[in-house]
C-alpha cells in the first residue's frame, strides 16, 4: 500500500476508531520561532517567510480537525482495554523513522477537500496536514532519508512521502487507467500524483501531504490559516456546500430526464415522482448554508453534536427541520413499557407540509393499480383508504413510537430452534415461526387522532379486501393457492381493553412443505427432471439385489402467520398496535394507556437523563439488544450476533440517546437552524467492542 495513503489512515485511526469523523481543534502550543538560515554577506537579504493567514480556497466543501490523537488513543485504549500503539508507533507502521521521529501527534491534524469541475464532472482532492516538532529538525532529518525541494516562503517539498499515478506509457492499451485519446488534460507529466510538503505554519511548521492537484492551493491554507481556527471540541467536521450549488443547478435540467431513462419507465406518476424528489434535493443544497459535526471523545464515552445552518427554506425538509415546537417529550413517550428496546417521538410540524408528498405517493398508486386492471370503483377506495386517511395519520401532529420484546419468550424460541433436527423439516419450520413471532415482538405507535376516526380505518380493511370486485382482482394477481384473510377479530382472553377498541386479524397462509423422507435421497423440493440428482441412482442389474423403492413425497401443511393490528384509544389519542403475538400487542398496550399504572414504565428507567434536559424538537434512545435482535432468525443460530448478547459486560441493555431541536435565525444561518445530538456511554462501546471481536 502506497505510504501516503497509509498515512492517512493511520492519522485518522483514532476518529475512526471512535466511531466519527475528520476533526477538532484546541489549543495548540506555542509558535516555535522559525530562523532564517544566514545568507552570505555578498548576497542579497532573504525574504522573510510570510506565515500570515490566507483566504479559504475556491471549492473547499470539507475541512476537519482532530484534536490531540495521542489523547483519543488513549481514550479508545481504555474503551477497548487492548494495549494499542502509540502515535510515533503508528507512524512508524506506515511511514519510516524519519517521519515518525518529527511529527507530532499531540497536536491538531487538520484536513480539507475542495472540488473543481472538468469534462468529467466534478473533481474533489484532498489534503491533510500534522505537526512537527520543529521546523529546522523536521528538515535536517527528512533531508537524511528524502531528497528535499526548495520551494517558495520557506517551503520544501519531501520525495519519497508520496506517491505518483504510472507514466501513460507504462499502462497497458485498454487497462485498468488506461487514457484515450481525449485525455491530455490529465497527462502525469504535470507531476499529478500524491506527495508531501513541509511548510512554515502560523504556529511552528506543518507536513502536509495529499493530491499533488490539492498542494499548491491547500498547503498555504492548511499551515498558515487553519492553524488558526478554534473549535473546542476533540472532533471537528464542516461541509460547505457552497461550491457545489452552481454545478448542481447546471444539471437540475437534465438530472431528472437521466434518472427517468435509467428506471425505464414512461409512466407519469413515476415521472412526477422523479422530478419532484430530485428538485427537492436540489432544493435542500440551495437552502443549506453549513453542516458541522462536533464530539467530544473520553473515558466516560462519545458525545456528537450536528448543527445543520439553512440560509432558506424552500425544500419541504428545511421547513420541516425549522418548525420550532419544542418542548418536553410527550407524556405518552415515558408512559411506554420499561422494557422498550427502541423509541422515539415527534413533536410534527405543519401537517399541509407533507400534503404534496402524500399525493404524489397515491398517484402513483392509482397508475400502478389502474395498470394491473383493478376497477376503477376499487382504486378510488384504495386511494381514499390509504393516502387519504392511512398515511394522515402520522402526519396530523405529534407522535410516540416503541417497540420491545418478550425476552423470556425469545431466548425459549430460540432455545428451541436450536435443538430441532435438520431432516425436521415442518419442526424447522415451525420454530422458525415461532422465533420469528417473537424477534417481531411488540410495536406501538400513538397518533393525535381520536378512535373515532382511526377505528372506523381498520374495520374499513377487511371491507376493501372482502369486496367481490376486489377479491376477484387479487386472485388473478397471485400465485398462492389461498389469498390472506381479514377480519375483525375479538380483543385476546385475560387483557382489558376500553371497548372502543378495534382487532384487525390478518392470516397469511404458508406453503406447504413437501416432505421426500429420512435417509440419503432426502429433501426439501423435488429434483428437476435431467438435473444431476436426478440421474443419481443408475438401473438395476439383472440378478442384482431389487433396489429399496424410495418413500412416496409427503406434504406438510403449516400453519399461517397471523399479523394483528389494534387500535387503542387513550383520551383524544389512539395507540396503534402491531405484532405476530396478540397478547403480547395488547398487554403492552394496555400498560401505556394514561390511566395504567407507571411503575414499571420508561419514564420509571434510568439513562434517560439527556431527554429531560430542555426543550427538544424529537428525540429517542435504542439499545444494542434491540438493534441486533433481528439477527436472531439466521441459518446458523450459534453465530449470529444476538446469541452473543448475553455475553457482553452490560448485555446490550443500556441505552444510547439522541435529540433534536430547531433553532431560530442568527447571524450564521439566515433561515434558522436545526440541531441534533448523540450520546453514547463507555458501556454502549464496551458492548460494542465485545460484540465485534467475537465475531
Known sequence: MPVLRRAHRVFS??????????????????????????????????????????????????????????????????????????????????????VAAVVDLSQPIDAAVTVGLSRRGVDPVYAFSVAVKSYDQARAKLGESHRLIAGENGQYKVEGLGKRRPPRAAIAPGGRGSSGPDDDEDDDSDGDGEGCVLAPAAEGARLVCGESAALESLVPYLSRTMPRERWTSDV?????????????QELRASLPILARSLLGSQSPAVRELVDASLGEVMDIVNDAQKLTVDAQIADTGLVATTRFELQST???????????????????????????????????????????????????MLEATSSFGLPDAEQKAIKDLVADRMLALFTSGPGVYGKGVDQAALD?????????????????????????????????????????KVGPILKDWPVLWNRPAFAKWAKTMSTAPTLPRMRIAPVPAGVTLPKET??????IPREDIVDYGAGPSAMA??????????????????????????????????????????????????WLGVGLDAKLVAEKAAASLASAPDAKSLGKAAGMEALREGKV??????????????????????????????????KGLVPFVFTGRAEGPSASARAGSSVGSLRVSRAVIEDIVKLVMSH
Open 13 to 98: 485511526l483514532p476518529l475512526v476508531l471512535a466511531g466519527c469523523s475528520v476533526a477538532a481543534c484546541g489549543s495548540p502550543p506555542p509558535a516555535a520561532t522559525v530562523a532564517a538560515k544566514p545568507a552570505p554577506a555578498a548576497a542579497s537579504k532573504e525574504k522573510p517567510i510570510d506565515v500570515s493567514p490566507v483566504p479559504a480556497p475556491p471549492g473547499l466543501v470539507v475541512l476537519g480537525r482532530v484534536n490531540k490523537p495521542d489523547a483519543i488513543v488513549s481514550a479508545v485504549g481504555a474503551w477497548t482495554r487492548l494495549p494499542l500503539p502509540s502515535g510515533a508507533d503508528l507512524v512508524r507502521s506506515i511511514a519510516d523513522d524519519a
Open 236 to 248: 471537528h467536521v464542516e461541509v460547505r456546500p457552497e461550491p457545489v450549488r452552481a454545478p448542481l
Open 314 to 364: 424552500s425544500s419541504v425538509f428545511a421547513r420541516l427541520l425549522t418548525t420550532d415546537r419544542g418542548d418536553a417529550p410527550p407524556a405518552a413517550f415515558w408512559r411506554l413499557p420499561g422494557e422498550t428496546d427502541l423509541a422515539f417521538f415527534g413533536r410534527g410540524s405543519d401537517p399541509k407540509l407533507l400534503d404534496h408528498p402524500r399525493e404524489l405517493l397515491a398517484n402513483l
Open 412 to 452: 425459549k424460541a430460540f432455545a428451541h430452534l436450536k435443538t430441532v433436527k435438520p431432516t425436521d423439516l415442518a419442526g424447522e419450520a415451525e420454530a422458525r415461526l415461532r422465533l420469528g413471532t417473537q424477534i417481531v415482538g411488540w410495536h406501538l405507535y400513538q397518533v393525535n387522532e381520536p378512535i373515532a
Open 502 to 507: 378495534v382487532h384487525l386479524e390478518i392470516t
Open 525 to 574: 423440493v423435488p429434483p428437476p427432471p435431467g438435473s444431476l440428482d436426478s440421474g443419481l441412482r443408475a438401473p438395476a442389474k439383472r440378478g442384482s439385489a431389487p433396489v429399496a423403492k424410495p418413500p412416496a413425497p409427503k406434504k406438510i401443511a403449516l400453519k399461517p402467520a397471523v399479523v394483528h393490528v389494534f387500535a387503542i384509544p387513550d383520551g383524544a389519542a389512539t
Open 617 to 650: 424538537n424529537s428525540g429517542g434512545f435504542a439499545t444494542l439488544r434491540g438493534l441486533m435482535v433481528v439477527t436472531a432468525l439466521t441459518n446458523d443460530p450459534e453465530r449470529s450476533p444476538f446469541s452473543s448478547i448475553p455475553s457482553l459486560p452490560h
